[in-house]
Nanobody, 123 residues
Framework: QMQLVESGGGLVQAGDSLRLSCTAS????????MGWFRQAPGKEREFVAA????????YDADSVKGRFTISRDNAKNTVYLQMNSMAPEDTAVYYC????????????????WGQGTQVTVSS
């Protein structure tokens, strides 16, 4: 069974950058597509970005396109989310997900989830 642990969240100001990490254990990450989602208070969990097992394909939500970048280091069993030019509307709990069984941008298509890391952007 795969375990995912996110790290790197925190409090930043608008315009700042932050890098989240998601480290997997229990299975080899290189076999799996990975996704990042976020959930703000009172809102549905929304897709942020996804990456193919080899890292050759990446997908970004329109809301973060050009600001956020997903990447992976399979040798370290880790996926990253680099967040630049952050804005208050990026405030949310960020989750990484794996074991994709459907469309990459649907939360219900992933079977493995981390516990989440809080990101807060002040204006």
């Amino acid at each position: 069974q795969m375990q995912l642990v996110e790290s790197g969240g925190g409090l930043v100001q608008a315009g700042d950058s932050l890098r989240l990490s998601c480290t997997a254990s229990g299975r080899t990450l290189s076999m799996y597509s990975m996704g990042w989602f976020r959930q703000a208070p009172g809102k549905e969990r929304e897709f942020v970005a996804a990456i193919s097992p080899s890292g050759s394909r990446e997908y970004d939500a329109d809301s973060v396109k050009g600001r956020f970048t997903i990447s992976r280091d399979n040798a370290k069993n880790t996926v990253y989310l680099q967040m630049n030019s952050m804005a208050p509307e990026d405030t949310a709990v960020y989750y990484c997900a794996s074991d994709l069984r459907g469309n990459y941008n649907r939360a219900d298509a992933y079977r493995a989830w981390g516990q989440g890391t809080q990101v807060t952007v002040s204006s």
